[in-house]
């Protein structure tokens, strides 16, 4: 069975740093693309990050660039996000899901697999 499985979220100060991950299991991760992405309360889902299974290639929406960096993890079949330099308006609650690599038509386009989500809070 595909899971995807989040992590890792938390309350964070504006300015500190936490790490996402995605757990992933039933399928192969060189496979595949992985994507984050985010929802805040009353806001349309956005995309964030993404990265090849395959070749490693990554994708960043410009509001993270800089700030956050994605990396996998084949072996472990894990995706991580790390975020630096966190902002009170990255508070969302983040996704990670996957997307078969032939199928995978636009960085942040249709993703088949989604996971449950974690909290993010940067506040003071």
């Known amino acids: 069975q595909l899971q995807l499985v989040e992590s890792g979220g938390g309350l964070v100060q504006p300015g500190g740093s936490l790490r996402l991950s995605c757990a992933t299991s039933g399928f192969t991760l060189d496979y595949h693309a992985i994507g984050w992405f985010r929802q805040a309360p009353g806001m349309e889902r956005e995309g964030v990050s993404c990265?090849?299974?395959?070749?490693?290639?990554?994708y960043y929406a410009d509001s993270v660039k800089g700030r956050f960096t994605i990396s996998r993890d084949n072996a472990k079949n894990t995706v991580y996000l790390r975020m630096n330099s966190l902002k009170p308006e990255d508070t969302a609650v983040y996704y990670c899901a996957a997307v078969p690599i032939s199928r995978w038509s636009a960085p942040f386009g249709k993703y088949d697999y989604w996971g449950h989500g974690t909290q993010v809070t940067v506040s003071s």
């Open positions: 990265i090849s299974g395959s070749d490693g290639s990554t």
